[in-house]
């Protein structure tokens, strides 16, 4: 469990690790890469790279820190992944319930066996339910997301590789957009964030703008850093509110 470089949360949780690939968005997928490093290091929680695996030894991470945090769940995985045993996804459950002080924010492309799961089970107050869209393609996952109830549910659109079209919002109480990074990074267009961007604030959404990744809004590639998370000449880091 460590801190991390991602800018809506405050730290990793990876219960598990490792995914497989089921939509556009996970053709060059940033935690694969990394877990080819991970693995290249020595460090035995990735001797078979990025090969779906549970993660008891990490279980009671969250136990151990008492100031409170937000925590975002499997950056490394998909916590409703096919192979996700259900006894163990109720352990990690358990865990959040244990630990009301955090926040702890789960994302997930599939959407339709977190759906299935909550059909189940009982969402703790402290967690926040989102999805990925990467394009229009997959706006339906919201429409499944939208039927959850969760404290907060949240859709992020990275990485944005095509235009996310007409959203229906509704329900939803936060928006992420960003670009891909990394040196297949596929292009971002300013015209599909500002098309979520306009949708968001028509329909009250909190719109928080991550980054434009490896391209530029110039349409120019070069390293993320330079090319920075300025949208509409202003860092756009908004959050939802949180419901009482």
Known sequence: MNTTKIEWTDRVWNPSKGCSKISEGCKYCYAESFAKRLKAMGMKDYEDGFNFKILPNRLDEPLKIKKPQKFFVNSMSDLFHENMPDEYLNQIFDIIKETPQHTYQILTKRAENMFEYFKYHEIPENVWIGVTVENSSYTFR?????????????????PLIGSAGKINLKNIDWAIVGGESGNRARLIKPEWVNEIYLQCKKQNVPFFFKQWGTWGADGIKRNKKVNGRLFKNKEWLEYPAIKL
């Open 142 to 158: 919201i429409d499944i997301l939208r039927k959850i109830n969760a404290t907060i549910k949240f859709v992020s659109f990275e």
